[in-house]
């Protein structure tokens, strides 16, 4: 179940950026005893991909601030984030380290494709909330929201490998998040073009 969870928080958090969650394994992976990855994804904490990893994240990081490249990046994510999903999932559940079961190990498939589903949902909400946020603030709202997502990604990811049972309260709170946040920006947008067709 750990396993899983783990998988589930790190691809939750590649539905926010991608880079993130991927760094961080990679980056734990190669320099501590947490996280064992697998040899058929050692190729994960090759210096070579995370240098890559390193160049990504700060595209990522500086382009989805800038409104309306935010979009645009965010449909180049439609295939980058839940494939990345995926891939850390699968790369964290195989070695099973937690649940002392062999069927990840012997199915990371399985964990592969449920990590893309969640990262893909994340990045689903994350994709129509920008949008509705960048013309209710007319794009002030943009490099705000950003970081926030930044630093979601970072403390999910370090909660689902550190603190895997708090994954559930993560999810819960994303969701409700971006439930929230979306129904307020459509809100705002209303009322601003009916303040628009008054005058």
């Known amino acids: 179940m750990f396993a899983a969870l783990t998988g ?8 926010l950026n991608a880079y993130v969650p991927f760094l961080i394994v990679a980056l734990i992976s190669r320099f501590t005893d947490v996280i064992n990855l697998p040899s058929s994804f050692q190729w994960i904490e090759n210096p070579w991909v995370i240098g890559a990893s390193v160049v990504l ?10 409104p309306g490249v935010d979009s645009v990046n965010d449909i180049v994510g439609t295939a980058v984030r839940p494939t990345i ?19 990840m190990h012997d199915n990371p498939w ?9 990262a893909g949902v994340v990045h689903a909400g994350k994709a129509t909330v920008r ?27 370090f909660v689902a490998i550190f603190l895997p049972i708090l994954v559930i309260i993560g999810l819960v709170l994303l969701a409700w998040a971006i439930f929230a ?13 009916r303040a628009e067709l008054a005058t």
């Not at 994240?57 to 800038?66: F, H, P, R, T």
């Not at 946020?133 to 630093?151: K, Q, R, T």
Request: hydrophobic letters at 50%; proline letters at 3%; aromatic letters at 2%.
């Open 85 to 103: 999903g995926g891939v850390v999932a699968a790369a964290t559940t195989a070695p099973n380290a937690l649940d002392n079961s062999t069927f």
């Open 181 to 193: 946040i979306l129904r307020r920006a459509r809100r705002f947008a209303r009322c601003r073009q």
């Open 57 to 66: 994240l700060a595209l990522e990081v500086v382009l989805d601030k800038i």
């Open 131 to 157: 949008p509705a946020i960048n013309i209710a603030s007319l794009g002030v709202g943009a490099p705000i929201v950003s970081a926030s997502e930044d630093v979601t990604s970072v403390g999910l990811s």
């Open 8 to 15: 589930a928080g790190l691809s939750a958090a590649a539905g």
């Open 110 to 118: 399985i964990a592969g494709i449920g990590g893309a589903l969640i």
